[in-house]
């Protein structure tokens, strides 16, 4: 395997492996509602593993946090899409109604704002 992900503080060179083997536990940690129980998890399981095997587990902290951010990045993407696609089409009528009722009554030379006097 090609070793494209390095990192100064490895010292036994496995850093790719175990990056690339904790990127799904972090896909899932940064789904909402599911991602703070399964961090704790994640975290004590780490703790539990370098205190016993002490295998650097920076680098498996490290390869979750890649997920989390591709997850999260995702999730935004989505939100966005879901905001400019469907939600601004179905509002875009209301805003324009008030958009432009708001410019004939406001208009200095409009007769619909003085009528009151």
């Known amino acids: 395997m090609v070793n494209i992900l390095r990192h100064d503080r490895d010292e036994v060179g496995d850093f790719q492996r175990r990056v690339l083997m904790h990127i799904p536990i972090g896909l899932l940690m940064g789904i909402p509602f599911l991602g703070s129980p399964l961090?704790?998890?994640?975290?004590?399981?780490?703790?539990?593993?370098?205190?016993?095997?002490?295998?650097?587990?920076?680098?498996?902290?490290f390869g979750a946090m890649i997920g989390v951010s591709i997850t999260t990045i995702l999730i935004i993407l989505l939100l966005v899409y879901i905001t400019v696609c469907i939600l601004l089409p179905s509002f875009q009528k209301l805003f324009y109604f008030t958009f432009i009722t708001l410019l004939i009554v406001l208009h200095p030379q409009c007769n619909i704002a003085w009528v009151s006097r």
Do not use: M, P, S
């Not at 961090?39 to 095997?53: A, G, M, R, S």
């Open 39 to 61: 961090h704790k998890l994640f975290i004590k399981y780490e703790e539990n593993e370098d205190k016993w095997v002490k295998d650097q587990a920076w680098k498996d902290y």
